[in-house]
């Protein structure tokens, strides 16, 4: 059964943007931590942002840039990135918090179900 799934991907120039979504059951967008994480070939899984009911936190490297969202009626989360970078090329993943720590310190291993992830390219 999916669960999570992740669109919006694509090939940008730098300082481009794009809107990422992850459709997701409503029970998840609207009670549980949910997060975006992103990944290179060869390099770990990074945290990028999440969003819960105590508010939304962001990486350093993505804060004024990135935007994480909820939009419950369409059971959806949503990361707007704006002014993206080459160094951002990356498989960009949806999760949801099972387990672990806070929901703002974006930590992979605190989250246990994942979507499939949708690439995004960001050439100079």
């Known amino acids: 059964q999916v669960q999570l799934v992740e669109s919006g991907g694509g090939s940008v120039q730098a300082g481009g943007s794009l809107r990422l979504s992850c459709a997701a059951p409503?029970?998840?967008?609207?009670?549980?931590?949910m997060g975006w994480f992103r990944q290179a070939p060869g390099k770990e899984r990074e945290g990028v942002a999440s969003?819960?009911?105590?508010?939304?936190y962001y990486a350093d490297s993505v804060k004024g840039r990135f935007t994480i969202s909820q939009d419950i009626a369409k059971s959806t989360l949503s990361l707007q990135m704006n002014s993206l970078k080459p160094e951002e090329t990356d498989m960009y993943y949806c999760?949801?918090?099972?387990?672990?720590?806070?929901?703002?310190?974006?930590?992979?291993?605190?989250?246990?179900?994942w979507g499939q992830g949708t690439q995004v390219t960001v050439s100079s």
């Open positions: 969003i819960y009911t105590s508010g939304a």
């Open positions: 999760a949801v918090r099972t387990s672990g720590g806070q929901c703002g310190w974006l930590r992979p291993s605190d989250f246990g179900i």
């Open positions: 409503r029970s998840f967008i609207s009670a549980t931590c």
